[in-house]
């Protein structure tokens, strides 16, 4: 089937050559990490954890949020999702990746990732969220690869698929509480030490993600003959599930800022007020903060009234709720748990163009995954149509 992402028009072709060269790019300025090390990066002793880590988290989420298609067309029989659940599928597939490359340019030399293998500790939530991550990458394959496969040949698929297809639903849940773990189980760093920090990670997951599909699913109706959404049911449904998901999100993270304030610890208070205020005269994140609250005010009044039907109103409230998610778990979220330290010393961060080149670089990379397995899922489609 991988033929069919060899042709296509002028406008794919150089959308792909586009994509190619932002990869040459970042390839470029990873081989130049690779050789002098991650003193290229803005990361230090106090801010380990940058731009890197803030993309495999927020990532993990979009992968996750392919559940919200799966568990109702398979356990519920919802046949509007018919014709999107492979478009959230290959959009797992790109999330996946994505994270592990993340993982891959932040440890600096990728001989350490060996260790993870040669060396497992039981203990370590590390090791496990490996494991589901790599589970997931392989599910989500064989399921995408086996059904859209089974199409082409206008035959059902095959039985063996449905026990990994129920496999998938927890499995969903498990990549990203895994990873809230990684975070809420550090003693020394408070902004992240809370119990419902797995619960966060879900409600935002399932809020990007969808919006994501659904801005997918769009372009994908504006450069085809192929309609994810002829009824316009699936959407809308999709829709209410990132409206409620985003407000429990909204709701989850005021508790917290109340849990801090109201008990007037100062470990607690100082990340919130870095973000929100800025703190001792620091205030480089305080805009992006400020951002992604508007946007996700924005986005759930706009999901919460008529508007949501509206075709012009739907992306840009869509786009607000991803980028809000975006702001919150991209940059905020990891930057903020080291800032202050644990002496209280704050120190910034702030990520080199070299840094960017390569996140950027993997972007384009998991645009590229998405745009070749489409590009396949669409070409089957046009063919049963036809």
Not at 54 to 80: E, I, N
Not at 299 to 305: K, P, S, T, V
Request: glycine share 6%; aromatic share 16%; proline share 5%.
């Amino acid at each position: 089937m991988f033929e069919k992402a060899l042709t296509g028009s002028k406008k794919y072709w150089a959308w792909i050559i586009f994509l190619l060269a932002v990869i040459a790019v970042g390839f470029f300025s990873y081989l130049k990490q690779y050789s002098y090390g991650l003193g290229l990066t803005g990361m230090s002793r106090d801010v380990s954890w940058g731009l890197y880590i803030a993309q495999f988290t927020f990532l993990v989420g979009v992968a996750a949020s392919a559940v919200m298609l799966v568990t109702p067309y398979y356990l519920h029989d919802f046949k509007k999702f018919g014709k999107m659940v492979i478009l959230g599928e290959f959009l797992a597939i790109a999330a996946v990746i994505m994270c592990i490359l993340f993982i891959f340019v932040d440890v600096g030399q990728p001989m350490r990732i060996l260790n993870v293998l040669l060396y497992p500790q039981l203990h370590s939530v590390m090791f496990y969220d490996m494991c589901v991550l790599v589970g997931y990458l392989t599910i989500n394959l064989v399921v995408g690869w086996t059904t859209i496969g089974a199409e082409r040949k206008g035959i059902p698929s095959p039985k063996w698929v449905k026990p990994i297809i129920y496999l998938s639903i927890p499995w969903a849940f498990s990549i990203h509480t895994v990873t809230a773990f990684l975070y809420a189980g550090l003693p020394g760093r408070p902004f992240w030490m809370t119990a419902i920090m797995a619960a966060r990670f879900l409600a935002s997951a399932f809020a990007a993600g969808p919006s994501l599909l659904i801005l997918l699913a769009l372009v994908v109706r504006k450069v085809s003959k192929f309609d994810p959404d002829p009824g316009v049911g699936a959407i809308q449904s999709l829709v209410k599930i990132i409206r409620y998901a985003m407000i429990a999100n909204v709701f989850f993270y005021i508790c917290e800022v109340f849990t801090a304030f109201y008990s007037s610890v100062p470990e607690d208070m100082d990340a919130f007020k870095y973000v929100f205020v800025g703190l001792d005269g620091h205030t480089s994140l305080v805009p992006f903060m400020w951002t992604a609250t508007i946007l996700a005010f924005v986005g759930i009044a706009l999901l919460i009234f008529p508007t949501r039907r509206n075709k012009i109103l739907l992306p840009i409230a869509l786009l607000s709720i991803f980028l809000a998610n975006w702001i919150d778990k991209g940059i905020v979220l990891i930057i903020a748990g080291f800032v202050p330290n644990s002496f209280g010393r704050v120190t910034e961060y702030f990520p080199t163009s070299n840094e960017v080149s390569i996140v950027v670089a993997i972007y384009a990379i998991g645009a590229l995954i998405i745009t070749l397995l489409y590009k396949i899922a669409i070409s089957v489609r046009e063919q049963n149509q036809n």
